[in-house]
């Protein structure tokens, strides 16, 4: 229960009447401000330990979790990563190869127009 400041004045009033000023000075001072209530003692910072260390406990076994699952998710990533350079070298190379292709056509293609254009100047000449 708390202890207004009317009721601490007239437990003084009544300390001073009894025992005298000195000593009414002296018990007051050793009473807490708020009471008894708000006073904390060594068993309750043990108790808040005890939860504090369990608590760390379980958060260090929650990151340990976390940090094999993200052990787990990198490797997927590695692993998708491999596939795409894989995939994008074999593109490479099939664009590289219709490159070739169309060069090599594109060469067929000039070189017959060529030869159907000289033959035809030399048909008209003639």
């Given at each position: 229960m708390a202890i207004s400041e009317t009721d601490r004045l007239q437990m003084f009033s009544g300390l001073q009447k009894s025992v005298g000023e000195t000593v009414a000075n002296t018990l007051m001072e050793h009473l807490p401000p708020g009471g008894w209530y708000d006073v904390a003692r060594t068993?309750?910072?043990?108790?808040?330990?005890?939860?504090?260390?369990?608590?760390?406990?379980?958060?260090?076994?929650?990151?340990?979790?976390?940090?094999?699952?993200?052990?787990?998710?990198?490797?997927?990533i590695d692993n998708l990563e491999a596939r795409l350079d894989d995939r994008i070298d074999k593109l490479a190379q099939k664009i590289d190869t219709n490159t070739r292709w169309m060069i090599g056509i594109s060469l067929s293609y000039g070189i017959g127009i060529l030869g159907a254009l000289v033959t035809f100047m030399v048909a008209t000449l003639n």
């Open positions: 068993g309750d910072f043990d108790r808040i330990e005890t939860r504090i260390d369990k608590l760390e406990a379980r958060l260090d076994d929650r990151i340990d979790k976390l940090e094999i699952r993200f052990d787990k998710l990198e490797a997927r």
